[in-house]
């Protein structure tokens, strides 16, 4: 299995209220990102700016059950368990293992003319 691979395979979880919880950035949760930052770099940037408050809400949306969480409870719950190194080093390797990759033979279809 190649490095990419490996990488892409890994889940990542984190436990939140007591209960572990997978984070997956799909589709909602890349769309959730653009709405509130832009994209991946600006939310990088607001991330550097302000991480107590954009970390907290970026989790939330990446968090595939979110049962009991919310935006206002989430920054608690998370200061439970986490310190903002471990929830950037969590956020980022769930980012790196959601980003899709192109398969063989699938690329983008011809432009037609």
């Known amino acids: 299995m190649s490095e990419l691979e490996q990488i892409k395979s890994k889940k990542e979880?984190?436990?939140?209220?007591?209960?572990?919880?997978e984070i997956k950035f799909g589709m909602a949760a890349f769309a959730k990102v653009e709405e509130l930052y832009g994209d991946l770099a600006e939310m990088g940037t607001a991330m550097t700016a302000k991480p107590f408050t954009v970390l907290p809400k970026v989790i939330l949306y990446a968090i595939k059950d979110r049962e009991g969480l919310t935006e206002e409870n989430?920054?608690?719950?998370?200061?439970?368990?986490y310190n903002i190194n471990d929830l950037k080093d969590m956020l980022t390797s769930?980012?790196?293992s959601s980003m899709p990759t192109a398969k063989k033979g699938k690329g983008n279809p011809p432009k037609a003319e």
């Open 13 to 21: 979880y984190i436990i939140i209220g007591g209960k572990e919880r």
């Open 94 to 96: 769930a980012i790196s």
């Open 74 to 81: 989430m920054a608690e719950m998370l200061d439970e368990n």
